[in-house]
């Protein structure tokens, strides 16, 4: 008979011992290898058989044991050191605490940091992939760091799924449930210690409800919000039920509980805690955009403003982040949905459901006025944008520009920065060994990285084989466990106890698969796959992972593929999917591989930090130039596939690269890593891990992303926030009644007159003197900047990577309008061109194209004559 329901009993742990308590609930024992230490030594079967997690540990060891524990003087000192050392963790200043800056100038008191998903250990299962993985790592890196962020997300009583595979290697989906009574969180409870309930309105007068979990991520609280309280009917009970799952009415309540519901879970958790309340809050990709609703609100109703001065204010202290390249990786939503839920009885008057919709408008070129999309609206409601590399940047400038008509694409303010990884999760513990006994200056201060250089070659490949033999037997455990589940006798699966090999060349690769990601690219040749495979000289073996969407039927037949083809007798001991793909099994793989294998349709990978992961631990990289590797691939730390990302025919290119790619395994990959000295070591390839190390090093790893964000986002953000709030909101209210007079008056701004001097064929160094007359349509000169934009030209007199130049001036001239001059220096010889522009100028503006206001001439004018020499 199967239980009606499931819960978890804690168990009471005897006086000496309920330090234990204290550590488990600081997810830092994640990342903390001492305290994962003192965890096994509790009972190292049982501690294998919870798979390391410390909350089923403890309700499952047996009490004779707990009592053993309790008078055992040396597990009770180290219980003490490891307690004595997680409070000077969470109490000792760290460098956030050193950054200079006061008043005006400091560093943020406090950040909100709200993501759908998080990936923190896989004991908290609540993430899917690689979004939740990065925020995980930002949260345990903002803690180390002594960064105030907090965490907002949501609690999924299923969380993402359990995968398996069916007998014939098709994806099984199962959501096994979660109780958060047997996970490392406490209920989040106010003075009288009731729980906190956070309640968001909804049409026809219901109310959603949801309680709050608190999870300690080292100094970092994270605040997870649950809709399966008794005050919920079913249907509102299940919004919360798991992650990405439901239709669109489920999608959009799940996000308006993130968004609107985590403000207000933060609003109690300070007023309980006393923690300083957030000056800036991030948006981890759309989904949780209506945070800024809520924001606004809050002004409109407390404050007295109006829904455009407090837009200002809200804009000023948001960041938002964009993850995806890919246009059907964002949230869209049919706006008749939104309108339903924001507006009606549900509407405000403080947040009119009309504002609300003109955020989330497509209201651009080739923009479908059907949707509304959330990445739009986090990009109207943050005045700081960016994506998570170099190279998605630039593609986020593109995809994203038609909300800045006018400007050229490098002017659309979206910036980035790239992603990194926490070293603590994913570094192996004999690398970090390894690097404390050769390289100590690397782990104490993070610098020295050169001095990996000189570490023992021996040793590394030492470690190098340490990791991949830990791999292989993993990976037997879980595909002896996987073939069982698909109905495999004990005699038909005696062949996985030589599956694999620890001495053979080990790629790895492991990612969702939605299309672009090209799980089945290998596949391309079969037969040459094949002779790569089982190379008698120099072979290859292939360890996969990756989890379809369940509502992705073509990622599942990827899968398929790829499981019928790993099946069959001759290759199957070389190539191996792994079924579900979660964080312990990708730690397992960014250690044990030698090569990380990426193959993505370019540029569509964002950034993809698992090849990061893999670099730290030793591997070298095989990936197609996309996302982080596009930044820092230098010819000596991997390989780089070729891409045809011209071509428009989809086969031809698959077939290109994929030739590519086979190419790069048998003649460079195999070869550097089979061709051994006297000593048996492969001296060119450890050269090359080296120099990975030394090189990626202190770029990859999320302190230097972190840095990154506080120094070029949060602190500006806090800084603009704060002009905005001063004096009663005053910046704000200045802020937007120039702005309504700007957007009133610009139909009027144009440029009517250009000309220009000097010599018929100048010379580089010389200086072409540029006179404009303008129509400011009744604008103040302080109101906007007249500028000449030159440079280079192409054959088309497209302007390429232009300077800007202001002019002065601003005197009237007979007939009306304004004369402003400038000089343009001609600083190269070549093709060379000019315009002028008109933009509106503000000190409260984060940039030139902030509104996407631009006046331009009515027609090409400039210096497009020959050559300057």
């Not at 071509?647 to 290119?653: E, G, K, M, Q, T």
Request: charged content about 25%; hydrophobic content about 40%.
């Amino acid at each position: 008979m199967k239980a009606i329901r499931r819960f978890t009993v804690r168990t009471v742990l005897p006086e000496p011992l309920r330090g234990l308590e204290e550590l488990i609930l600081n997810l830092r024992w994640s990342w903390h290898h001492e305290t994962l230490d003192l965890f096994r030594s509790v009972d190292p079967a049982l501690w294998e058989a919870v798979g390391h997690d410390p909350v089923r540990l403890l309700g499952e060891v047996p009490a004779d044991r707990l009592a053993a524990l309790s008078e055992d003087r040396r597990f009770l000192r180290r219980l003490q050191d490891a307690s004595d050392d997680l409070n000077d963790y969470l109490t000792a200043p760290r460098w956030y605490q050193g950054l200079a800056g006061s008043g005006e100038d400091a560093p943020p008191r406090a950040i909100a940091y709200f993501s759908p998903e998080y990936g923190i250990t896989a004991a908290l299962p609540q993430y899917s992939g690689g979004l939740g993985i990065l925020a995980g790592d930002h949260l345990k890196t903002a803690s180390d760091l002594g960064v105030p962020i907090i965490a907002v997300g949501l609690l999924y009583r299923h969380g993402y799924f359990s995968q398996s595979l069916s007998p014939d290697g098709w994806q099984l989906e199962h959501y096994p449930a979660i109780d958060p009574n047997g996970l490392p969180l406490r209920l989040l409870r106010d003075a009288s210690g009731a729980p906190v309930h956070v309640t968001i309105g909804l049409p026809q007068g219901r109310d959603l409800h949801a309680q709050v979990w608190l999870a300690r991520v080292g100094r970092v609280p994270q605040l997870l919000l649950d809709s399966d309280v008794e005050e919920n009917d079913q249907a509102n009970r299940d919004i919360t039920d798991r992650l990405y799952g439901g239709g669109g009415d489920h999608r959009l309540l799940q996000e308006m509980l993130l968004g609107i519901g985590g403000v207000r879970a933060i609003r109690a958790y300070c007023e309980i805690s006393g923690h300083p309340a957030p000056e800036v809050f991030h948006t981890n990709e759309g989904h949780a955009g209506f945070l800024g609703l809520e924001r606004i609100r809050e002004l409109v109703s407390e404050a007295g403003l109006t829904f455009d001065e407090a837009l200002e204010a809200v804009r000023a202290g948001t960041v938002f982040t964009t993850h995806t390249p890919v246009p059907a990786g964002i949230d869209r939503f049919p706006r008749e949905l939104v309108q339903r839920y924001f507006g009606g009885v549900n509407e405000t008057p403080d947040v009119p459901v009309h504002r609300v919709l003109e955020l989330g408008a497509e209201s651009y070129p080739d923009g479908d006025r059907t949707v509304f999309n959330m990445a739009v609206m986090g990009m109207r409601l943050a005045q700081r944008v960016n994506g998570v590399s170099e190279l998605h940047g630039r593609v986020s400038r593109e995809m994203f520009g038609g909300l800045w008509p006018g400007f050229d694409t490098s002017e659309v303010p979206v910036g980035s920065v790239t992603n990194g990884v926490h070293a603590g999760t994913w570094v192996a513990r004999e690398i970090l060994d390894l690097a404390a006994r050769e390289v100590p200056a690397v782990v104490e201060s993070g610098r020295g990285w050169d001095g990996v250089r000189v570490v023992p070659a021996g040793e590394i490949w030492r470690v190098r084989r340490v990791l991949r033999e830990r791999l292989v037997h993993d990976a037997r455990r879980r595909l002896r466990e996987s073939w069982r589940q698909r109905g495999a006798s004990e005699a038909e699966i005696a062949w996985i106890d030589d599956a694999l090999d620890p001495d053979v060349l080990t790629i790895g690769f492991a990612r969702r698969v939605p299309s672009y990601k090209r799980l089945t690219l290998m596949l391309r040749d079969p037969e040459r796959l094949r002779e790569l495979l089982l190379d008698p000289v120099r072979p290859v073996q292939i360890v996969i992972a990756g989890k379809a969407h369940p509502a992705d039927e073509g990622g599942k037949r990827l899968i398929q593929e790829i499981v019928r083809f790993a099946d069959d007798e001759d290759v199957r001991h070389r190539i191996v999917f792994l079924p579900d793909y979660d964080m312990a099994l990708g730690r397992a793989l960014v250690q044990g591989c030698d090569v990380w294998m990426n193959n993505p349709l370019r540029p569509l990978e964002a950034c993809g930090t698992s090849g990061m992961k893999a670099a730290l631990n030793g591997a070298l990289n095989l990936s197609v130039r996309d996302g982080w590797w596009d930044e820092w691939y230098d010819g000596q730390n991997g390989w780089a596939i070729p891409s045809a990302d011209g071509l428009a025919a989809p086969d031809r290119r698959d077939a290109l690269e994929a030739a590519a790619m086979y190419e790069l395994i048998e003649d460079h990959v195999a070869v550097t890593f089979y061709d051994r000295d006297s000593a048996g070591l492969p001296r060119r390839w450890l050269e090359m891990v080296k120099h990975t190390i030394a090189t990626l090093g202190p770029r990859v790893l999320a302190t230097r992303m972190l840095r990154d964000y506080v120094e070029g986002y949060y602190t500006p953000a806090a800084r603009s926030a704060r002009a905005m709030a001063a004096d009663g909101y005053a910046g704000a209210r200045a802020l937007a009644a120039w702005k309504q007079r700007v957007l009133k008056a610009w139909p009027g701004v144009g440029v009517e007159h250009v000309e220009s001097s000097g010599e018929d064929s100048p010379h580089v160094g010389a200086r072409l003197s540029i006179r404009v007359v303008v129509d400011l349509g009744g604008l103040d000169p302080s109101d906007a900047a007249v500028e000449a934009v030159y440079g280079r030209v192409d054959e088309s007199d497209a302007l390429i990577d232009p300077a800007y130049l202001e002019l002065a001036g601003g005197d009237p001239v007979d007939g009306g309008g304004l004369r402003y001059v400038g000089e343009v220096p001609l600083t190269r010889s070549g093709a060379f061109g000019y315009s002028v522009r008109v933009v509106p100028r503000h000190r409260l503006l984060a940039g030139r194209a902030e509104m996407g206001l631009i006046a331009l001439p009515p027609a090409p004018h400039g210096m497009t004559n020959g050559d300057l020499r």
